[in-house]
């Protein structure tokens, strides 16, 4: 049995600036995904316990980004006076936009500090998202890899000696995340396929480190299959990974509806997985795990999914998975399989 930790109350980061990037533009990136749901949430009594977030450095940046491409990120938001691509890809911009994903990034570090200080869960409400974001381009949504480099920090802070695993249940694969995935990172997603970005199709190894891929059809999942998907992924990745931190990028754009991704998955499936996460993070990481946000375009389904994370941690223990494992098809539990045989080094 896994050791029993104290139950301690999801802590937040978050900062005005966040809203900022890309106010008054079209875009379904918009500020109310921190502004409204912080407000929804902070009614719930959820935002009481926070920790400020503050700017990633260059150097912090730059263990994950090459300086030409940080470089170019300040140079172009610099002569936007009105919304544009960053000339890198599809990555909307406008003057506020450096400030903001340079504070994304920081608060991204903030959480880890936290929850590693406290052996216990910390959220990072931020934006702009990041997992798109590789070393030398933005894209999607993203400017700069906020989970790659708060896993860099916290490595540089202990001494590069701890492994990290990175779990990542947006609709959308991470292709930034997987592209700096090794010396001690590993990464575990599902993710649609072929959707945007079209990545993620293999999964193998990196040295010691995995990177362990399970596209999903884009037609969409049942609830439960997701779930048991998780309850049986967590586990198995945890387990080959023995990490000394989790960090989430908390993506949710899979549930029903959304208008960006739309797995046809339940606002309740951020409970067990959460549930699933914390089990793993209790094992292997004293409990500590930060989640960064991702996507998730539905205001109210935003709101639910993080309120049942925070829900989930800050109750006396972790529930047990629950979810049917024969939910999920031949097909998936036929790439999970091929997953344990990867994770174990003989693949």
């Known amino acids: 049995m896994p050791p029993q930790h104290e139950a301690l ?8 600036l966040y809203a900022q990037h890309l106010r008054g533009v079209a875009h379904p990136e918009r500020p109310d995904r921190v502004e ?7 009614a719930r009594g959820i935002l009481a316990d926070r920790a ?29 006076d009105d919304a ?18 340079r504070r994304a ?15 216990g869960g910390a959220f990072a409400l931020v934006r702009p998202p990041g997992h798109h974001a590789e070393p030398d381009r933005g894209m999607g949504f993203c400017l700069f890899n906020n989970v790659a480099i708060a896993a860099r920090a916290y490595q540089a802070a202990t001494g590069n000696s701890r492994r990290v695993l990175i779990v990542d249940f947006d609709y959308h694969h991470g292709n930034g995340t997987e592209a700096v995935a090794g010396d001690g990172l590993s990464y575990v997603s599902t993710h649609a396929y072929p959707a945007y970005p079209g990545t993620g199709a293999r999964s193998y190894r990196r040295g010691d480190d995995l990177v ?18 998780w309850e049986r992924l967590l586990p ?76 989930t941690h ?3 223990q972790a529930p047990d998975a629950t979810a049917d494992p024969n939910a999920i098809s031949p097909e998936l539990r036929e790439r999970v399989q091929a997953l344990l045989t990867i994770s174990q080094g003989s693949a």
């Open 9 to 16: 109350r999801l802590k937040f980061v978050t900062d005005p």
């Open 36 to 42: 409204a749901v912080g407000a929804a949430l902070a």
């Open 52 to 80: 400020p977030a503050r700017d990633a450095t260059e150097g912090e940046i730059e263990r994950v980004h090459a300086r030409g491409y940080v470089q170019l990120v300040e140079r172009e938001v610099a002569a936007a």
């Open 84 to 101: 544009r691509y960053l000339s890198t890809g599809d990555t909307v911009v406008d003057a506020p936009s450096y400030r903001a994903a």
């Open 105 to 119: 990034a920081g608060g991204a570090i903030a959480a880890v500090e936290v929850a590693v200080a406290r052996r």
């Open 212 to 229: 362990l891929n399970v596209p999903l059809p884009v037609g969409g999942v049942s609830t439960e299959a997701f779930v048991a998907l």
């Open 236 to 311: 198995l990745a945890a387990a080959a990974v023995r990490p000394g931190l989790i960090i989430v990028s908390a993506g949710f754009d899979y549930v029903a509806g959304d208008a960006v991704g739309d797995l046809g998955i339940g606002v309740e499936a951020a409970a067990p997985i959460a549930a699933a996460i914390r089990r793993a993070a209790e094992q292997y990481c004293e409990g500590s795990v930060a989640y960064v946000l991702e996507g998730g375009y539905d205001l109210d389904a935003l709101t639910r999914s993080i309120a049942s994370i925070a829900a």
């Open 314 to 316: 800050d109750a006396s």
